[in-house]
């Protein structure tokens, strides 16, 4: 495979978060991170679920391989600011979740799932807190914006302007499998002036029918490369009877116009072959959401030697780490 995963198990597992009275004592899992390097550190958002099902999102700061978690959850702020045009208040939140993080301009910019009384929203948020902490503000959550009066998820932000507008992919929310929440087949790309008011501006991507990514969904943000935007969706396989399967692939979109797609990898680049990413939560789950790159250029562009550093959820119930090349990743790319 592609993707080599670091060491003989999982990066983080529960043991590793502390205890944090009375929000968090003994959790029943953590998964799903977003990550990003700021100075030479690795800093990671982590999903943190309590034994009542509560969401709660945790820093951690490391050299990549090994983190240290931090002892207070993130502070949100700004969700009263989630008013949509016929209500007489916010909207009802009962999860924020799923975080992605991408650096634009200064800023470090974090794209969350908000599951709410309407729905599943995606908000925007800005790292406020004091760098001086170790997680380079990313403590605290400044919310910026978010996409009103539409059912989305799996949002990330490209880290450049193209022209003068933000760039975002997600995935809306217009089909349900089973009893299960409501999922999706298509990536299409959003875009904003501020990153306060979205608007969608057409398809990317279709799931692909009987194959391993019928369900898709954005991964980590994606990163520039001289080939093109080089993005790590996941995609769920239906097929299986009782059991849907994650896993992850690629695809490489135009730098100029994301909704057109150069490549895309024909088959999995990882999925559910360990203990711990067919046992846990949710069963067969490799589930992509952070990655960082070793090298970049001085105008952005991955180094096409570089190493990246995929962090995912297993199971929906540990952290993993796998490594691969660049090059790599876009020689499994195949056109057509």
């Known amino acids: 495979m592609i993707f080599k995963r670091y060491g003989k198990g999982p990066l983080l597992t529960r043991r590793d978060i502390p205890d944090m009275a009375p929000e968090i004592v003994d959790p029943s899992s953590v998964f799903n991170p977003g990550a990003v390097t700021e100075d030479g550190k690795t800093i990671l958002l982590l999903r943190v679920q309590t034994r009542g099902r509560r969401t709660f999102t945790v820093p951690a700061a490391g050299n990549g391989k090994k983190f240290k978690v931090g002892t207070d959850p993130v502070d949100f702020r700004g969700l009263d600011k989630m008013v949509e045009g016929d209500s007489e208040g916010p909207l009802e939140v009962f999860h924020v979740y799923d975080p992605r993080i991408t650096p634009i301009g200064d800023d470090l910019s974090v794209v969350t799932a908000v599951d709410t009384d309407r729905g599943c929203r995606l908000a925007v948020w800005r790292a406020a807190g004091d760098p001086a902490t170790g997680f380079a503000g990313l403590?605290?959550?400044?919310?910026?914006?978010?996409?009103?009066?539409?059912?989305?998820?799996?949002?990330?932000?490209?880290?450049?302007?193209?022209?003068?507008?933000?760039?975002?992919?997600?995935?809306?929310?217009?089909?349900?499998?089973?009893?299960?929440?409501?999922?999706?087949?298509?990536?299409?790309?959003?875009?904003?002036?501020?990153?306060?008011?979205?608007?969608?501006?057409?398809?990317?991507?279709?799931?692909?029918?009987?194959?391993?990514?019928?369900?898709?969904?954005?991964?980590?943000?994606?990163?520039?490369?001289?080939?093109?935007?080089?993005?790590?969706?996941?995609?769920?396989?239906?097929?299986?009877?009782?059991?849907?399967?994650?896993?992850?692939?690629?695809?490489?979109?135009?730098?100029?116009?994301?909704?057109?797609?150069?490549?895309?990898?024909?088959?999995?680049?990882?999925?559910?072959?360990?203990?711990?990413?067919?046992?846990?939560?949710?069963?067969?789950v490799v589930f992509p959401g952070g990655l960082t790159v070793s090298r970049q250029d001085a105008e952005g562009y991955a180094d096409s030697g570089a190493e990246v550093r995929l962090y995912y959820g297993a199971a929906d119930t540990v952290v993993g780490m796998a490594t691969a090349t660049v090059s790599d990743i876009i020689a499994a790319c195949h056109t057509g």
């Not at 093109?228 to 896993?247: K, M």
Request: proline share 7%.
């Open 139 to 284: 403590d605290k959550l400044e919310m910026v914006g978010f996409t009103a009066d539409r059912d989305t998820r799996n949002g990330v932000l490209f880290p450049d302007k193209i022209g003068d507008r933000y760039l975002m992919l997600d995935r809306p929310n217009d089909r349900r499998t089973g009893g299960g929440p409501l999922t999706g087949r298509g990536i299409v790309l959003s875009e904003s002036e501020d990153l306060v008011t979205w608007r969608e501006t057409g398809p990317v991507m279709q799931g692909r029918a009987r194959y391993w990514d019928e369900l898709i969904g954005s991964g980590p943000p994606p990163f520039k490369t001289r080939e093109g935007w080089l993005h790590i969706y996941h995609g769920v396989a239906t097929h299986f009877l009782g059991s849907n399967v994650y896993q992850a692939g690629a695809v490489l979109l135009d730098l100029e116009d994301p909704r057109h797609v150069l490549a895309r990898t024909r088959d999995n680049f990882l999925e559910p072959r360990e203990t711990w990413e067919l046992t846990g939560q949710v069963p067969n």
